[in-house]
T-cell receptor, first 114, second 113 residues
Framework: GDSVTQTEGPVTVSESESLIINCTYSATSIAYPNLFWYVRYPGEGLQLLLKVITAGQKGSSRGFEATYNKETTSFHLQKASVQESDSAVYYCALGRNSNNRIFFGDGTQLVVKP | NTKITQSPRYLILGRANKSLECEQHLGHNAMYWYKQSAEKPPELMFLYNLKQLIRNETVPSRFIPECPDSSKLLLHISAVDPEDSAVYFC?????????????FGEGTRLSVL
């Protein structure tokens, strides 16, 4: 079946440091799934951070970037300089084009220290 | 995301019956219920498209969804169990194909005593 594996949290970094949260996926019955990053800030609901539907493309939002790499089946989330307000739980997710079912990874809690 | 509203936001129950409500003002045709238990990712429970239930995951029969119109989604829960303690997210998308990324509401946090 489809699955998503991401960096186990919590990940703690200091403000202005760089960040990478790893995500790899397995999609057994589809060659090119849609890939997403969702974020959940404390006390809030899930928000779509970015999505990429074409292999080889990069998505970006709020200073975060992720590149869809079909060779390594990866979709790592990166940011050059984090802020304390980036503290949240980040979910890598995989979706099918045909039925819009979204598979979420276990989530990675990010703690940014001032 | 204030365009998808859920009520109530917090719910504490004994073994009672209750309904969760969700409404979206985005003109979306597809609506979803997701359950997120502590330390776990969100898991799809139900999906409606154009008011028709098209995916019914393996959830206990005490959970009954209802979609009275394309902008509103309900989740009726009868005789809740402690394992039902979780955050229930409503989500919606334009449709169910063509790379839709569901938008989520803020969730209803259910605590079962």
């Amino acid at each position: 079946g489809d699955s998503v594996t991401q960096t186990e949290g919590p990940v703690t970094v200091s403000e202005s440091e760089s960040l990478i949260i790893n995500c790899t996926y397995s999609a057994t019955s589809i060659a090119y799934p849609n890939l997403f990053w969702y974020v959940r800030y404390p006390g809030e609901g899930l928000q779509l951070l970015l999505k990429v539907i074409t292999a080889g493309q990069k998505g970006s939002s709020r200073g975060f970037e992720a590149t869809y790499n079909k060779e390594t089946t990866s979709f790592h989330l990166q940011k050059a300089s984090v802020q304390e307000s980036d503290s949240a739980v980040y979910y890598c997710a995989l979706g099918r084009n045909s039925n819009n079912r979204i598979f979420f990874g276990d989530g990675t809690q990010l703690v940014v220290k001032p | 995301n204030t365009k998808i509203t859920q009520s109530p936001r917090y719910l504490i129950l004994g073994r009672a019956n209750k309904s969760l409500e969700c409404e979206q003002h985005l003109g979306h045709n597809a609506m979803y219920w997701y359950k997120q238990s502590a330390e776990k990712p969100p898991e799809l429970m139900f999906l409606y498209n154009l008011k028709q239930l098209i995916r019914n995951e393996t959830v206990p029969s005490r959970f009954i969804p209802e979609c009275p119109d394309s902008s509103k989604l309900l989740l009726h829960i009868s005789a809740v169990d402690p394992e039902d303690s979780a955050v229930y997210f409503c989500a919606s998308s334009h449709g169910t194909v063509n790379n839709q990324a569901p938008l989520f509401g803020e969730g209803t946090r259910l605590s079962v005593l």
